[in-house]
């Protein structure tokens, strides 16, 4: 557990140092700032979609980041890069969580029209950051 | 063909299958069991209170609502209503009914005649018509406030669901099969919610378990600000996982409370209740 939150630590760590070169590069040579803006808010919007209770609603079951009220009927999500490190897989877990467990009570995302691609990989954007 | 005789062969097993080899029985203790070792703190009696059995903190409220419960108002309306109604023939609900007392224990029980799950809130209709009156609504208004009144009269009698003979096998596995599927866009069934889930948070919803569920019925809810049938309570389930919902007395809804009360058999009736 404590290997996979220092490793998390660690990855953001280094995804900050990015994040501010590329911010100070961006400074200097304003045309990168514009896909800078659209990553940050593809993340956003991930978040947003993943908090809100007329879209995703996944706190309902899942305890994530800095959502309040959630859930605790399905396991928290955290460590995401570590844990899923083929998006495919967290984008299928998403859009048809029954192809993993056909049992599953999560809701097939996709597959029943509840989110759409762009939606979803929007939250896989968010999810990654976690 | 011979793929669809093989086919069909096989539908017909697994239809007698689930015929003759349906043990209510059985599945009844298997149903108890799983509740009673996954609370074993949980006094088996207290299942009737709900999400109240499991959670100090909501147990807490839900007693300091009881104080000056929000049903009693149903309740003495619902006498009034059972009392005071006369039909157009001068006949009265005391005519199909006796005094009311002691009532609440004879339903759901399966009419070998009419083939159909009769539950009380049917049998109040059936009454009324009987006599000439029109059917009320059956998941709020004065129908949930006779029910009210009655179940109040019925407290502390027990549970005791009859299931026998092939059709009341077939409505009882029918009742099951509605209950273990998966429906609506969120895809849920009920035993996702109210059985493994049970006693876990849906945001800040503890879910309850579904031993006991009948019992309290009808309900008053501070959402509703109302009194309601078991009916409407599962349409409201229905609707929760964006399900198309049914009418009351649906032939779905009385199969699901047969099967439901079956489960529940030798705890409390304790209606009506109080929920948020």
Same mark, same amino acid.
């Given at each position: 557990?404590? !290997?996979?939150?220092?490793?998390?630590?660690?990855?953001?760590?280094?995804?900050?140092?990015?994040?501010?070169?590329?911010?100070?590069?961006?400074?200097?040579?304003?045309?990168?700032?514009?896909?800078?803006?659209? !990553?940050?808010?593809?993340?956003?919007?991930?978040?947003?979609?993943? +908090?809100?209770?007329?879209?995703?609603?996944?706190?309902?079951?899942?305890?994530?980041?800095?959502?309040?009220?959630?859930?605790?009927?399905?396991?928290?999500?955290?460590?995401?890069?570590?844990? +899923?490190?083929?998006?495919?897989?967290?984008?299928?877990?998403?859009?048809?969580?029954?192809?993993?467990? !056909?049992?599953?009570?999560?809701?097939? +995302?996709?597959?029943?029209?509840?989110?759409? !691609?762009?939606?979803?990989?929007?939250?896989?954007?968010?999810?990654?950051?976690? | 063909?011979?793929?669809?005789?093989?086919?069909?062969?096989?539908?017909?097993?697994?239809?007698?299958?689930?015929?003759?080899?349906?043990?209510?029985? =059985?599945?009844?203790?298997?149903?108890?069991?799983?509740?009673?070792?996954?609370?074993?703190?949980?006094?088996?009696?207290?299942?009737?209170?709900?999400?109240?059995? *499991?959670?100090?903190?909501?147990?807490?409220?839900?007693?300091?609502?009881?104080?000056?419960?929000?049903?009693?108002?149903?309740?003495?309306?619902?006498?009034?209503?059972?009392?005071?109604?006369?039909?157009?023939?001068?006949?009265?609900?005391?005519?199909?009914?006796?005094?009311?007392?002691?009532?609440?224990?004879?339903?759901?029980?399966?009419?070998?005649?009419?083939?159909?799950?009769?539950?009380?809130?049917? =049998?109040?209709?059936?009454? $009324?018509? #009987?006599?000439?009156?029109?059917?009320? #609504?059956?998941?709020?208004?004065?129908?949930?406030?006779?029910?009210?009144?009655?179940?109040?009269?019925?407290?502390?009698?027990?549970?005791?669901?009859?299931?026998?003979?092939?059709?009341?096998?077939?409505?009882?596995? #029918?009742?099951?099969?509605?209950?273990?599927?998966?429906?609506?866009?969120?895809?849920?069934?009920?035993?996702?919610?109210?059985? /493994?889930?049970?006693?876990? $948070? @849906?945001?800040?919803?503890? *879910?309850?378990? /579904? @031993?006991?569920?009948?019992?309290?019925?009808?309900?008053? $809810?501070?959402?509703?600000?109302?009194?309601?049938?078991?009916?409407?309570?599962?349409?409201?389930?229905?609707?929760?996982?964006?399900?198309?919902?049914?009418?009351?007395?649906?032939?779905?809804?009385?199969? *699901?409370?047969?099967?439901? /009360?079956?489960?529940?058999?030798? *705890?409390?009736?304790?209606?009506?209740?109080? $929920?948020?």
């Amino acid at each position: 557990m404590t !290997e996979i939150f220092s490793l998390a630590r660690c990855r953001v760590y280094l995804f900050r140092s990015i994040m501010f070169s590329l911010i100070s590069f961006s400074s200097t040579y304003a045309l990168s700032k514009g896909t800078l803006d659209i !990553e940050t808010t593809r993340v956003e919007q991930g978040e947003k979609l993943a +908090f809100d209770r007329k879209s995703g609603n996944c706190l309902a079951c899942h305890a994530i980041g800095l959502g309040t009220m959630s859930g605790n009927l399905a396991p928290p999500l955290f460590a995401m890069k570590e844990r +899923f490190p083929n998006p495919q897989k967290l984008t299928q877990q998403i859009s048809n969580s029954l192809l993993s467990n !056909e049992d599953s009570i999560m809701p097939p +995302f996709g597959l029943h029209g509840l989110l759409n !691609e762009d939606q979803i990989s929007k939250i896989v954007d968010y999810l990654y950051t976690l | 063909m011979k793929k669809l005789v093989f086919l069909i062969t096989g539908l017909t097993v697994a239809l007698y299958g689930t015929i003759l080899f349906a043990e209510p029985e =059985a599945e009844q203790a298997a149903f108890k069991s799983y509740f009673h070792n996954k609370f074993p703190d949980v006094d088996k009696p207290d299942f009737i209170n709900g999400v109240y059995a *499991l959670d100090s903190n909501a147990r807490e409220q839900w007693m300091e609502i009881e104080e000056f419960p929000p049903y009693e108002i149903a309740i003495d309306e619902g006498e009034a209503l059972f009392n005071n109604t006369r039909f157009t023939d001068g006949k009265s609900y005391s005519h199909c009914f006796g005094t009311g007392q002691h009532l609440r224990k004879k339903y759901p029980y399966f009419d070998k005649e009419r083939t159909q799950v009769v539950t009380m809130e049917l =049998a109040i209709n059936d009454c $009324r018509e #009987k006599h000439g009156a029109k059917p009320l #609504k059956y998941k709020i208004g004065d129908l949930a406030k006779i029910s009210a009144y009655l179940s109040y009269h019925s407290r502390g009698d027990v549970i005791d669901v009859i299931v026998s003979g092939p059709a009341a096998i077939q409505a009882y596995n #029918k009742g099951k099969e509605y209950y273990y599927t998966k429906r609506g866009q969120l895809n849920f069934a009920c035993v996702d919610c109210h059985v /493994s889930s049970a006693g876990k $948070r @849906l945001r800040t919803e503890i *879910l309850s378990p /579904s @031993l006991g569920h009948v019992s309290h019925f009808p309900v008053y $809810r501070l959402k509703w600000g109302s009194i309601g049938t078991l009916h409407r309570r599962f349409s409201g389930c229905n609707s929760q996982v964006r399900a198309k919902s049914q009418p009351g007395q649906s032939e779905d809804y009385r199969n *699901l409370e047969f099967f439901l /009360s079956y489960m529940s058999n030798d *705890l409390e009736f304790n209606g009506p209740g109080v $929920r948020r």
